[in-house]
């Protein structure tokens, strides 16, 4: 467990609160627009709303995810994928949820920086000189966004380690920020304090001020959305550190949110400012000539937390292609840690779909009306798998039930506040959740359809036949060593496809046949192999067991187990005679990749056909084996085998008779 640390407290405030703590630059913008503007409010409307805004970060935020689901670690690493490992041998089904909330959270991450960087630029209007020169053109704003943006996901390639680690002392800045101006603007109406009181915010609920009704909780949730991205950014500095800073950021967040509150109670009735379009009490209440620092900082703000949630998608994208829930995608490590990864695919598409939301909704007013569907989804699939992780540790099921069916009816109620944001954009986040929903579903059940009906043979029937090939002087030698990649290697059982490789397709005659599985494990870091000979010196089965978070280097982990193997005296050292490197022992290696075609002979239903093929069209775009089990430099020979799944269809041909 990661001790605390004043670097971690320092990373958490960085990695973990990037887009809890931007909520402060829109959620009361939101509350305030959709009530009409400031001519809307009265101080019951506002107290309720801060109200509103206190306990959904009390009792979301700090009470289910800070005190209930940090605990629900897979060995330090959290986040939905890892809460799943945790409980997936409590039904099979609950592959459901886990994919439902991940499809989400990826789709969540589209958003995200549209929204917090449109409203920090928006901010520019503030500056006296800015909108004297553009006044309210919008169009400038959002040249100004999406040149942020292109940056921002260009410079990913290049990791984030030097970058990285000013984000914390620069997201301590920023909290510190949100708590003076809080503070500077609270200290002119203490009667604010009445928020913490949770009568007037169950009041608004029931308020014919409250022109939304149970809907404002929509824009309400907006405080919340960035409590899953604590979650599953939980690996990187702990649960320790981020308990401890959480009650700092918190305390800025919500003498913020209680500044905004005293500001609109004291301006509500002013004539000039109900004028203001799109205005926001966020950047309206700071003290005079302290607009261009306010947007600055705001800006590189709503950078940081849109890097973290760039960072948090590709982690989650590598975490479900282990899983096999997703096709293998090329990852990049930049950074000096295996937490700093980059994927090109993925970070297209996130700049293509990001980009198109500004273009699309212009403003932040209509993108945050898109806003939050989608993240209240993944909040309730994360409650749903808690109630097993609770069952599966022991707890009383009462306390599961209670637990489940509080914040289960609370995120219910929020996610149907919220439905109504569907017909304001949030179908571009559904459709993008259901579209990576669609892939996970075909890849998932792909797997599954295969796995059941594999052909596999038990590789004991045929250890003459590849003792004699071995010493059959009459072929040439193919390679010294031929590796396999298996999906599955249990009972000493190989698919029949790589036998026929051997044997049928082109005789391979070599001196070590190499069987290598690779397992992924539950734990997120696990580097560990086992090694079965069958009583031979020429035929391999390695088991190479994976976590779910490291990087499958098949080359470099062969090379160490065929040394440790001739150290040990199991397998007869390969001297080579020509070799750059005097003494070489060790012989070359082909790695033979069979590349699955569907056969027209399978005898499948209609719609498990359409999945296989659907499965096999997305394999197209995948990464290469070569660079997803690093071999790249490596001799690397391609196969392709028909790939027949369950019957094989019987042909009608008949002989024609002269």
């Known amino acids: 467990m990661k001790k605390i640390s004043a670097a971690g407290l320092l990373v958490a405030m960085g990695v973990v609160y990037g887009d809890i703590g931007t909520s402060p630059l829109y959620v009361m913008k939101a509350i305030t627009e959709d009530n009409g503007g400031l001519a809307g409010l009265n101080p019951t409307f506002i107290i309720g709303a801060v109200s509103l805004i206190f306990w959904t970060?009390?009792?979301?935020?700090?009470?289910?995810?800070?005190?209930?689901?940090?605990?629900?670690?897979?060995?330090?690493?959290?986040?939905?994928?890892?809460?799943?490992?945790?409980?997936?041998?409590?039904?099979?089904?609950?592959?459901?949820?886990?994919?439902?909330?991940?499809?989400?959270?990826?789709?969540?991450?589209?958003?995200?920086?549209?929204v917090t960087v449109t409203t920090a630029i928006e901010g520019l209007r503030g500056v006296p000189q800015f909108f004297e020169?553009?006044?309210?053109?919008?169009?400038?704003?959002?040249?100004?966004?999406?040149?942020?943006?292109?940056?921002?996901f260009?410079?990913?390639?290049?990791?984030?380690?030097?970058?990285?680690?000013?984000?914390?002392?620069?997201?301590?800045?920023?909290?510190?920020?949100?708590?003076?101006?809080?503070l500077f603007n609270f200290s002119q109406d203490w009667t604010v304090i009445r928020a913490l009181n949770p009568y007037y915010a169950i009041q608004l609920l029931m308020s014919p001020d409250n022109k939304l009704g149970l809907f404002i909780l929509g824009n309400v949730f907006l405080a919340t959305t960035g409590a899953e991205a604590l979650y599953s950014d939980l690996g990187h500095i702990g649960k320790l550190n981020i308990r401890a800073s959480w009650p700092y950021v918190k305390i800025c967040l919500v003498l913020n949110y209680f500044g905004q509150a005293a500001w609109l109670i004291n301006n509500y009735q002013n004539p000039e400012l109900q004028q203001i379009e799109n205005l926001n009490p966020f950047f309206q209440m700071l003290p005079a000539g302290w607009m261009i620092i306010g947007v600055v900082f705001a800006t590189v703000a709503a950078v940081i937390a849109s890097q973290a949630l760039i960072s948090g998608s590709f982690t989650l994208v590598s975490e479900a292609i282990k899983l096999k829930l997703m096709p293998r995608l090329n990852i990049i490590y930049p950074g000096s840690s295996i937490g700093q990864m980059y994927i090109p695919a993925v970070n297209f598409i996130l700049w293509i779909a990001c980009s198109l939301v500004v273009i699309t909704f212009r403003t932040s007013h209509h993108m945050e009306a898109a806003y939050g569907l989608s993240i209240t989804v993944t909040m309730l699939m994360t409650t749903a798998l808690l109630y097993f992780y609770l069952i599966q540790k022991g707890r009383s099921h009462f306390l599961a039930h209670v637990v489940t069916f509080f914040f289960g009816a609370i995120e219910i109620i929020f996610f149907i506040s919220s439905v109504v944001k569907f017909f304001h954009g949030g179908f571009v986040a559904v459709l993008m959740a259901l579209i990576i929903l669609g892939i996970m579903l075909i890849w998932e059940r792909g797997n599954k359809i295969k796995e059941s009906v594999a052909e596999e043979v038990p590789l004991k029937e045929y250890l003459p036949q590849l003792a004699a090939l071995r010493e059959d002087t009459s072929l040439p030698i193919y390679q010294t060593n031929v590796v396999f990649l298996v999906p599955n290697l249990e009972n000493d059982e190989v698919g029949k496809q790589f036998i026929y490789s051997i044997l049928d397709k082109r005789p391979k005659r070599a001196k070590v046949y190499w069987f290598v599985h690779v397992e992924v494990t539950d734990e997120p870091y696990t580097k560990e192999f086992q090694v079965d000979m069958m009583d031979t010196d020429f035929v391999v089965q390695v088991k190479l067991f994976l976590g779910f978070r490291m990087e499958q280097e098949i080359n470099v982990y062969v090379r160490q187990i065929i040394h440790d193997l001739m150290k040990q005296g199991r397998l007869p050292k390969q001297p080579q005679r020509y070799s750059l490197t005097p003494g070489r022992e060790v012989g070359d290696f082909q790695f033979i990749v069979i590349d699955e075609v569907l056969s027209n002979l399978t005898a499948l239903s209609k719609w498990d056909r359409q999945i296989i093929q659907a499965r096999l069209a997305i394999k197209h775009y995948a990464t290469t084996p070569e660079k997803w089990f690093g071999l790249e430099y490596s001799e690397v020979k391609h196969e392709s085998v028909p790939l027949i799944i369950g019957e094989t269809r019987k042909t009608a041909l008949q002989e024609r008779r002269a």
């Open 57 to 114: 970060l009390t009792l979301l935020t700090t009470i289910k995810y800070v005190v209930i689901a940090l605990n629900a670690d897979n060995h330090g690493e959290g986040g939905i994928f890892s809460l799943y490992t945790l409980v997936r041998k409590g039904g099979k089904y609950l592959i459901i949820p886990a994919m439902i909330g991940g499809a989400a959270l990826l789709a969540d991450g589209i958003l995200t920086p549209a």
């Open 154 to 182: 260009m410079v990913q390639r290049f990791g984030t380690d030097v970058v990285g680690k000013a984000f914390g002392p620069v997201m301590f800045l920023w909290f510190t920020f949100l708590g003076l101006m809080g």
């Open 133 to 152: 020169r553009f006044g309210n053109d919008q169009s400038i704003i959002v040249w100004i966004t999406l040149g942020i943006i292109f940056v921002l």
